[in-house]
């Protein structure tokens, strides 16, 4: 069946660096763009960055200069690479996907992995 | 940015009520909009597409309408498994693509 499931979120330090990995399997890896959505209970769901099958690359302003998301197809793999992190940046980090043919609308998450950035 | 806002924040309702969601987008954006289901804990899901579509697996008893830049989401029968709280998101143009803030629907 189709499955993404994140893992390497945990408690950081502010100005510390993180990354969070996205391992997909159950469909054609490269038939899908690949995003990175939060969720914190002050900002709600907030779409952070995605990745075309080629590399292609999209930031919210938030995170652009701080977070790098890369995708290894070959690992049927997506990543972010968080660095800089401040406490604003304590969330809950999905992993998503969506057909570009179709729409940036996200048919399949991730269960989700909680990133805690304080001293 | 595209601003969606969502109406009600909260919503209590009974098994059986005909429940609808507002969601307001601040310009147009065709119908280039999805709703989305979350449980406590759990992933969102997604419900509907481009404002009308229904996902495949989805209820029949939600449905999705757009007149400008308002769209609605209706549950025509709620069930006890709908008890969750309820995201739109646009996907029109290029990003940033924004959520709405959440519509919690709760027992009465």
């Known amino acids: 069946q189709v499955q993404l499931v994140e893992s390497g979120g945990g408690l950081v330090k502010p100005g510390g660096s993180l990354r969070l990995s996205c391992a997909a399997s159950?469909?054609?890896?490269?038939?899908?763009?690949m995003s990175w959505i939060r969720q914190t209970p002050g900002k709600g769901l907030e779409w952070l960055s995605s990745i075309s099958d080629s590399g292609s690359i999209f930031y919210a302003d938030s995170v652009k200069g701080r977070f790098a998301i890369y995708r290894d197809n070959a690992k049927n793999s997506l990543y972010l690479q968080m660095n800089s992190l401040r406490a604003e940046d304590t969330a809950v980090y999905y992993c998503?996907?969506?057909?570009?043919?179709?729409?940036?609308?996200?048919?399949?998450w991730g269960q989700g992995t909680l990133v805690t950035v304080s001293s | 940015d595209i601003q969606m806002t969502q109406s009600p924040s909260t919503l209590s309702a009974s098994v059986g009520d005909r429940v609808i969601i507002t969601c307001r987008a601040s310009?147009?954006?065709?119908?280039?909009l999805a709703w989305y289901q979350q449980k406590p804990g759990k992933a969102p899901k997604l419900l509907i597409y481009k404002a009308s579509n229904l996902q495949s697996g989805v209820p029949s008893r939600f449905s999705g309408s757009a007149s400008g830049t308002e769209f609605t989401l209706t549950i025509s029968s709620l069930q006890t498994d709908d008890f969750a709280t309820y995201y739109c998101q646009h996907y029109s143009t290029s990003s940033p693509w924004t959520f709405g803030q959440g519509t919690k629907v709760e027992i009465k």
């Open positions: 310009q147009s954006i065709s119908s280039w």
């Open positions: 159950g469909f054609t890896f490269t038939d899908y763009y």
């Open positions: 998503a996907r969506y057909n570009v043919y179709q729409g940036a609308y996200f048919d399949c």
